[in-house]
Structures are given as C-alpha cells and as structure tokens.
C-alpha cells in the first residue's frame, strides 16, 4: 500500500489526544477505540493536520473515519456492516444499480470475499469500483461539462 494507512491511523491518534504519533503502536491494521457518539465532522474538524486540508484530504479522511467507527477490534468491517454503509452512507451511489450486471459482481465478488471481513484497503477498492460504475458518477461529469 502507499502508506495512506499509516498516515490516516497517525491522524486518527491525534485526535484521541496522543501528543506524539510515534508513542502510536506499530501496527497500523489495530485500531483503537474511538467514541461513536462523536459525530465525523467533529472527528474531522479536531485533526490538526487537516485544518487547511483539500476537500479531496478532507474527503479521504471523512471515510477512513467512517471506516474505523464502523471496524471491530481488528481494524476490518463485517459484511453485513459493509452493506448496511452501503445502503446508509452511500445510497446516491447505490441506488438503481441493482439490476445492472457490473454491480451485481461487485456484491457478488463481497459475497465471495473469503474473509468474511473487509480491511481498508479492501473497502476503499469496493467504493471506487461502485462509483466508476454509478449513474450518479456519469450525472457528475454532465454537470461538469454543462459550465
């Protein structure tokens, strides 16, 4: 991987209140604890380094945040929570691709998934996949185009 993990978990320990990523254990596939009560766009706006982030930062983090409130201990998501955030936290995307073949592959291929758990890394790939294949992605570039 890129590293992206590392740098999310490290972002993620700022906000728990470590004064020093480096005291953060080594393994970046254990999550810690967070309060789920607190809501994403408090979680976001209290990382420092993102401050004067992108959107495009702000965005990756706001699912690398969603992802590790919704992992168990291991850092990994059940399938079942994976399509209950597929259907809660990603419906624009989702909605009215259920008849077409490509999606129906993708949940099939999660279905299949021989973990019954899905890591980051895994779930970033089946986001991506989904919104390449969404009606809402091509209603994206249309509206772009029409300025």
């Not at 999310?8 to 970046?28: F, I, K, V, Y």
């Not at 009560?37 to 706001?62: F, M």
């Not at 201990?73 to 994976?82: I, N, Q, R, S, Y």
Request: hydrophobic content about 35%; some cysteine; charged content about 25%.
């Amino acid at each position: 991987m890129c590293g992206c993990m590392h740098s999310t978990q490290d972002q993620a320990h700022h906000l728990e209140g470590e004064p020093n990523p480096s005291a953060a254990p080594t393994s970046t596939l254990a999550p810690r604890k967070m309060l789920k009560s607190i809501s994403i766009s408090k979680q976001l706006a209290s990382i420092k380094a993102l401050r004067k982030g992108s959107d495009l930062e702000k965005a990756i983090t706001t699912t690398a945040l969603i992802f590790r409130n919704s992992s168990d201990p291991d850092g990994k998501l059940e399938k079942a929570t994976v399509k209950n955030l597929l259907q809660t936290q990603f419906k624009n995307f989702t909605e009215g691709q259920e008849t077409k073949p490509k999606y129906k592959d993708l949940l099939s291929e999660l279905d299949e998934h021989t973990e019954n758990k899905l890591d980051f890394e895994d779930f970033m790939i089946l986001l991506l996949s989904i919104t390449v294949t969404s009606d809402l992605l091509q209603n994206i570039w249309n509206a772009k185009n029409m300025k």
